[in-house]
């Protein structure tokens, strides 16, 4: 979006018109509230930039059907040279003319029409330039269908307009709507204003509305319509001085027959324009950060690079862009609502002046005449910036261009401001309504990804500490990835052809977070349909799953306008964290999903995963939506994203550790009910903390060994890049997988009948002496430490015989013979091994043995006297031979 520069927000309000409430659609839902109808239509808008039109910020729906929209405004119009009561110069007729034409022009490139052209509509800005107002409103209301007022006013209408008359539907389940104008309905408009300029006054002052339509629609029998309307306005001897091209342009704008009458783009090539046109330059659109050209190819440094700097009053908010002016100004406390009643635009009334007439048999009505307030008041009122530039007054100027070099230390958590860096520890709901804080956040990550891909590093490692809402879309499409022309192969992707999965996608849309005004908009369900069924054709060897429209619901909402970006970041996603869950026999792949899980919940909580163990209440019952949709059909959307904030960060694992996370939430009320209350719990999932979820599933994914999460049917595994002095276990959670080389120490697949016998998770050889941090150079990836001993927060335990355990054994560990390590009652048989075990109980405990079976025996009895994170080493000490690091004890002297 544009900067704010001079400009200003301003916000009007309109009434849509009210639906039955008796009557359903075809399909038998409740008609859609023609609110979030305009609501859906009108998102488009935002995406439409051009320096002369008023950029759209957003729109916002209120009680009763109202709507509050909010645009670029300025308090300057034509209205304000026709008060003026003088004729404006013909040189500067022509230049107003040119530059409403290059806005029309733009639209009608973007099939709108604006129908609502008036003095008063045609803004000009701090330079005196044009800058169209309201153009979008006819389009949003579906050409007028669906509000009670009629778009455009009488004045200013063209004949055509006039003769089409009102047109409302009958039949609100039917799709019959009014005509819509042509776009040659403007330069009529634009013809009438432009002679009321050279008149310097305005037209049909005396008349009513219907002697207005009456004159308009009778100068399609003269010859020469501006002679007879200067004759009827009193302004012959003003039409004498008016030059001759200034004339010519008239004319041709209002030429009563449309067929005849020229459009936008061909007045623009017109003679009339030959010593106008060359002093402006053609407008070109801001490269997107997803495409095939240089975003830099247009960039261009002053020959004084001290120009860049800026002084100590320069108004550093006015550089940002009208949007995130507009988000901060929310933040610091904004209410449209309330500006609007602090103007006298919205009146509330008490209910008794709210009764609806009574109608009597005589004829004679008691009671409101008709609301006027449903009626179209086109005021415009100027939202004030005053209170959020107090709350920003003490942000330095260095804060508005942050530096981006790798040793920069001023980002807002890094201590360089402690009031910012006591507000990056607050919780997350708290930090995203802070004004001052996602200030600096919006700055630093839209300077970031300007950067992309080149700073993508910097984006994953600010990411950790959080993503600011209003940027999250294409965060997430940075961390996902994304790169390239997306907008080209999107388009390229055939999404009208029909194909069998159509039918189901229609009946999943409207079932899809309907919850959400947006998503619940016509225009959201065809955005859906179009993503999703792009997804379908370009992935032939999957098929389309019910929970996949869930999976592609966030996306869709963050990138509303680019359904590219949506089906991109849906594509990346996919494979990353579902990689063939969309299969057409995808059981195998959710039976291993589920086993894994399952062997999590032993890992991290044992005694709750023996309870459900017993009561039979397993993960196949209540897990398979959780990990089909990532639990985009379990949470509602604002919760989806302080969650997907976080597993972005995370490898293909960290879902199981949110769903343990999750488990742990409902700890005391699984355990304390049976099988039939736990259905029932799930059947309708209580109030989750998600901040708390996120939390803790951090922290349990940092406990959990890489290659306990093991599955032969997810993808090629990578390998984890430690950078910064962060700990392996933060590593792994911060930074992406790389491709990395398969070592004989790796975990072997399984079938999964053995892995279900199993109830705690496997530990690859690679992965235990990287834990134990033991030296192997024919790892290069394991760095080389001197000592040999085993971390305090692990503990292996060789369950073989003392005479094998003697041959030779991992360095640290301690011997339990199977056989031995348990009492009749299954409790640990007493010895100092076990001793030592119990002292390491809630520390991570690998078993290892000959083979991997006898040490999942073990594995089930130390989690059966629930002992937390034990694992198993897969392929026993056989694997460790391999290594040479087993060693032998020392011979008693």
């Known amino acids: 979006m544009p900067p704010l520069k001079d400009a200003e927000l301003g916000a009007f309000t309109f009434f849509a018109s009210a639906l039955p409430h008796d009557v359903c659609g075809s399909n038998g839902l409740p008609l859609t509230p023609n609110s979030i109808k305009i609501l859906g239509r009108f998102q488009i808008l935002k995406t439409i930039v051009h320096p002369r039109l008023c950029q759209y910020v957003d729109i916002s729906r209120g009680k009763h059907e109202r709507l509050v929209v909010v645009a670029e405004h300025y308090p300057k119009s034509l209205e304000d040279l026709l008060r003026e009561g003088t004729p404006v110069s013909s040189s500067k007729i022509l230049h107003l003319a040119y530059e409403v034409l290059q806005g029309l022009e733009y639209m009608n490139r973007h099939r709108m029409v604006h129908r609502s052209l008036a003095p008063h509509n045609i803004l000009l800005d701090g330079e005196g330039h044009v800058r169209l107002a309201k153009f979008g409103l006819y389009h949003i209301t579906d050409h007028g269908a669906d509000v009670d007022f009629p778009i455009g006013y009488p004045s200013y209408l063209a ?46 002052q005396s008349l009513d509305v219907s002697e207005k339509l009456k004159l308009i629609l009778t100068l399609g029998c003269v010859d020469d319509i501006i002679t007879v309307l200067s004759e009827e306005h009193g302004c012959v001897d003003i039409l004498k001085t008016v030059p001759e091209n200034t004339l010519v342009l008239l004319r041709k704008c209002l030429t009563f027959h449309p067929t005849k009458r020229p459009t936008s783009a061909e007045l623009l090539a017109d003679s009339v324009f030959s010593d106008v046109s060359p002093l402006y330059i053609p407008f070109r659109k801001p490269v997107g950060l997803f495409s095939s050209a240089l975003r830099c190819a247009d960039l261009i440094l002053p020959d004084d690079i001290s120009l860049l700097c800026k002084d100590e009053d320069s108004d550093f908010l006015a550089e940002r862009s009208i949007e995130e002016v507009y988000h901060l100004w929310c933040l610091a406390g904004g209410d449209l609502e309330k500006e609007l009643m602090s103007k006298g ?79 990056a520890t607050l919780p997350l709901i708290i930090r995203e309504r802070d004004t001052e804080y996602q200030l600096n956040r919006i700055v630093l990550f839209d300077r970031l990804l300007n950067a992309y891909p080149y700073k993508k590093n910097m984006i994953w490692r600010e990411a950790r500490v959080d993503i600011p809402p209003l940027l999250r879309g294409l965060t997430w499409a940075a961390l996902l990835g994304v790169e390239g022309a997306i907008h080209e192969r999107y388009d390229m992707i055939d999404k ?80 990353k964290y579902l990689y063939n869950f969309f299969l057409k026999d995808n059981s195998h792949v959710i039976q291993e999903y589920l086993t894994v899980f399952s062997q999590m919940i032993a890992f991290h909580d044992p005694e709750l995963s023996n309870h459900l163990n017993e009561i039979c209440f397993i993960p196949d019952l209540y897990a398979i939506p959780w990990f089909l949709t990532m639990f985009t059909h379990v949470f509602p959307l604002h919760k989806i994203f302080h ?110 009948d053995d892995l279900k016998s199993e109830v705690s998770p496997r530990i690859s050889a690679e992965d235990l002496i990287d834990l134990c941090e033991l030296t192997m150079p024919s790892l290069s990836r394991i760095p080389s430490k001197k000592s040999k001993s085993i971390k305090p927060k692990l503990l292996v335990v060789d369950i073989r015989h003392s005479e094998d355990f003697n041959r030779g054994h991992i360095p640290g560990s301690i011997n339990m013979p199977f056989g031995s390590a348990f009492t009749t009652e299954g409790d ?36 059966k006297l629930a002992y937390p994170r034990v694992c198993i080493l897969d392929g026993g000490i056989n694997k460790m031979k391999l290594t040479g690091l087993l060693t032998v004890p020392s011979p008693q002297i």
């Open 345 to 423: 635009i919205i009146r509330s009334k008490p209910p008794i002046c709210t009764l609806p007439n009574l109608l009597l048999e005589d004829g004679e009505s008691f009671g409101q005449g008709r609301d006027r307030s449903s009626l179209l008041d086109d005021t415009t009122v100027t939202l004030s910036l005053c209170q959020l530039r107090n709350r920003l007054k003490d942000v330095p100027g260095e804060a508005y261009y942050p530096l981006l070099g790798e040793d920069q230390s001023n980002i807002p958590h890094s201590g360089s401001s402690n009031e910012l860096s006591t507000s």
């Open 159 to 204: 004949p055509e307009v006039i003769a089409l008359g009102i047109v409302k539907p009958t039949d609100h389940t039917q799709c019959e709507r009014p005509l819509p104008s042509g776009p040659k309905s403007d330069v009529w408009s634009l013809g009438l204003i432009l002679f009321e300029l050279c008149m310097g006054r305005k037209l049909f």
């Open 828 to 863: 640990l048989a007493p010895c100092p091994a076990s001793t030592t075990l119990q002292n390491f109980k809630g520390k991570v405990v690998v078993t290892v043995g000959h083979a991997a079976q006898n040490a999942a025996k073990f594995a089930v009895h130390l989690v």
């Open 496 to 575: 009208d052809t029909p194909i069998p999965t159509d039918r189901q996608i229609e009946v999943d849309i409207p079932r899809c977070h309907q919850y959400d005004e947006l998503l619940s908009s016509p225009e959201g369900h065809a955005k859906f349909r179009r993503v999703l069924k792009a997804w379908v054709v370009s992935h032939p060897n999957l098929v389309y799953w019910q929970g996949l429209d869930s999976l592609c619901a966030p996306f869709l909402y963050l990138n509303f306008n680019n359904e590219a970006l949506a089906y991109a970041c849906m594509s990346a996603f996919i494979p």
């Open 643 to 752: 969650l997907w904030d976080t597993l972005l960060l995370g490898n293909a694992s960290f879902p199981f550790c949110i769903g343990v996370a999750i488990l742990q939430q409902l700890r005391v009320r699984l355990l304390a009910n049976g099988f039939n209350e736990c259905i029932l719990l799930f059947s309708d999932l209580p109030e989750i903390d998600i901040e708390r979820c996120v939390r803790e599933s951090v922290n349990l994914f940092c406990w959990t060994p890489k290659s306990a999460t093991y599955r032969q049917h997810a993808q090629v595994p990578k390998q984890i890049a430690e950078s910064n002095g962060m700990s392996r276990a933060a590593a792994s959670f911060t930074v992406d997988f790389q491709e990395s080389p398969k070592t004989d120490l790796g975990r072997e697949p399984i079938n999964i």
